[in-house]
Nanobody, 117 residues
């Protein structure tokens, strides 16, 4: 089992930045892919970014060039979000998987990101 805990959400003005963190614990050596998804009110959950154990990354078109995903040797993952827009407002959740590149097997509880003036 893997436990994931997100932090770093909050309220930010349009054009601002936030850095989300996801701390992994438990059987972290089984983790292959880690990712971030988000869900805005009334909308389905959507993929944001992912990173594999060998450093391969993938981004949703809506965040490419503004968001950067990274991970460290302890299998913690980070999402640096720049040039934030009101449409980025959502609950952001971290996910991990021993097999899939984008995660999907283990989920954190989520952290709220609100972009508003």
């Amino acid at each position: 089992q893997v436990q994931l805990v997100e932090s770093g959400g909050g309220l930010v003005q349009p054009g601002g930045s936030l850095r989300l963190s996801c701390a992994a614990s438990g059987n972290i050596f089984s983790i292959f892919g880690m990712g971030w998804f988000r869900q805005a009110p009334g909308k389905p959950r959507e993929f944001v970014a992912s990173i594999t154990a060998d450093g391969g990354t993938s981004y949703a078109g809506s965040v490419k060039g503004r968001f950067t995903i990274s991970r460290d040797s302890a299998k913690n993952t980070y999402l640096q979000m720049n040039s934030l827009k009101p449409e980025d407002t959502a609950v952001y959740s971290c996910t991990a998987s021993p097999q899939r590149s984008y995660g999907g097997d283990y989920w954190g509880q989520g952290t709220q990101v609100t972009v508003s003036s």
